[in-house]
């Protein structure tokens, strides 16, 4: 059996009592973040205009917008979802970026719909599945050269689960793996320059992976051997560097969804380490903003060309705050947490911060990729004359230094504040209760209809 055939059967097999209580608790981490995410994120830019663009297109009412409840063709209304859901790049995330909750659950809510209905039992196995082979497809910062990772590797996770969902055959599964192979794409530079390709991207590997299933399901084919073909994913994204054989090593046994990580802070996965360390100075120093004459944030490779350089405040200023380690700090010595509202422009452009910001160095230090992927020191220099240094290893949310249940509440909970009434409060209480008991939920339509 080749490997694509491997990983086709193992998404369209795989069965709940086969997942481990962890991996299951994950997913279900995921979920409750997306939804988060999603009610945050809906009014952000970019969401009416795509929202507008696509209720004029028309078409088939087969799944629901969330939270506007409007009526799309699946693959729409997968497209803004997940668009929506990655907004405020508050959902989760996996090193060296792939955004994995963020198309996956789109997909599926609308493969849900378009099936008729879906138990939770079933939805969270599907979600799993797609969860695991869109982690074990991942690369490293070097293979990704530049891509985009989750237009790469995310792709396939929001087909499977939309595969499974709708029930496809072990060839169809197969075929829709290989259209999605297809679809691979997407470059980081959209993330650099500030743009709303960012969020758009999300939205697009969404829209391929319902797109991809249904369309194996009514009997289109792609490549056979799309990973281990001469000019299978291998070859392009991974620079022939691994053999097929890995994606499959201890398949059903190790789950590499246990790598996903979660923000404890709004904003780039690699700013979350040097966001806690500037809190952890205001806290234990008691320093006020003006107390400090100079910061050097000491970032490896990868995060400083990802968010080293300097700030600048662009067309749409969440996007430059977002990934901007310079803004991190500043705002974080200057308004002592980090917020969803702290990225919104009238607080990025408040002067105490853009002043702040003169003060802060970005140094690029190639010995820290030692440490870790997301190491990070911190220097600051204070009015007295006196430096003190903070290092971390392992920024908060990533394995090793998980978020705690409460942690995961309180992110979904600062969202749903955020979205200010967006959703009853009766709702979101039930929401929660959907999620962490759902394998005893009836038909998941269930949650769509708590998210309007």
Not at 177 to 186: D, E, I, M, Y
Not at 209 to 237: E, Q, R
Not at 244 to 261: C, H, N, P, Q
Not at 413 to 433: F, M, N, Q, S
Request: glycine share 8%; proline share 4%.
């Amino acid at each position: 059996m080749t490997v694509e055939r491997t990983l086709a059967k193992y998404v369209r097999e795989l069965e709940r009592e086969q997942i481990p209580e962890d991996s299951l608790k994950v997913v279900r981490q995921m979920l409750l973040g997306v939804m988060g995410t999603t009610v945050a994120g809906a009014a952000e830019d970019g969401c009416k205009p795509l929202r507008e663009m696509l209720v004029a297109q028309g078409g088939k009412p087969e799944a629901t917008v969330l939270i506007y409840g409007d009526k799309l063709p699946a693959p729409s209304a997968a497209l803004l979802n997940g668009v929506m859901s990655r907004a405020l790049d508050y959902c989760d995330a996996m090193m060296p970026g792939v955004h994995v909750g963020s198309s996956l659950i789109p997909a599926a809510l609308a493969a849900v719909e378009l099936r008729g209905g879906c138990d939770g039992r079933e939805f969270i196995t599907a979600l799993t599945a797609g969860a695991e082979l869109g982690a074990r497809m991942n690369l490293t910062q070097k293979e990704y050269n530049g891509f985009d990772p989750t237009g790469v590797a995310g792709v396939f996770s929001a087909t499977a689960v939309a595969g499974r969902i709708l029930g496809l055959t072990e060839d169809q599964m197969l075929n829709a793996l290989a259209l999605a192979f297809n679809r691979c794409g997407g470059s980081f530079q959209s993330n650099v320059d500030g743009s709303l390709a960012v969020r758009l991207i999300q939205g697009w590997v969404a829209e391929s992976g319902v797109t991809c299933a249904v369309l194996a399901k009514s009997g289109w084919t792609g490549p056979a051997n799309f990973l281990g073909g001469i000019y299978g994913y291998l070859h392009l994204f991974a620079q022939d560097k691994f053999e097929a054989s890995s994606l499959i090593a201890g398949l059903g046994e190790t789950y590499k969804v246990m790598d996903t990580m979660f923000k404890k802070y709004p904003s780039c996965g690699l700013t979350q380490g040097v966001t806690d360390l500037a809190l952890q100075f205001s806290s234990e120093l008691h320093l006020e903003p003006e107390q400090i004459v100079s910061a050097e944030i000491r970032l490896p490779p990868y995060a400083y060309r990802l968010v080293g350089h300097d700030f600048y405040v662009g067309e749409y200023a969440r996007v430059n705050a977002q990934f901007s380690v310079q803004y991190c700090v500043a705002n974080a010595f200057i308004r002592k947490a980090s917020k969803l509202v702290h990225f919104c422009e009238t607080d990025i452009r408040k002067p105490e911060v853009l002043e702040f910001i003169k003060r802060i160095k970005v140094v690029l230090d190639a010995s820290l990729d030692e440490r870790s992927p997301t190491a990070v020191d911190l220097t600051i220099v204070t009015t007295e004359g006196q430096t003190h240094v903070k290092k971390l290893d392992i920024a908060p949310g990533f394995p090793g230094n998980s978020l705690s249940d409460a942690d995961h509440l309180l992110r979904f909970t600062e969202c749903i504040d955020y979205a200010k009434d967006a959703i009853p409060d009766h709702r979101v209480k039930e929401l929660v209760g959907s999620i962490e008991d759902i394998d005893k939920v009836k038909d998941v339509r269930s949650l769509v209809h708590l998210m309007i």
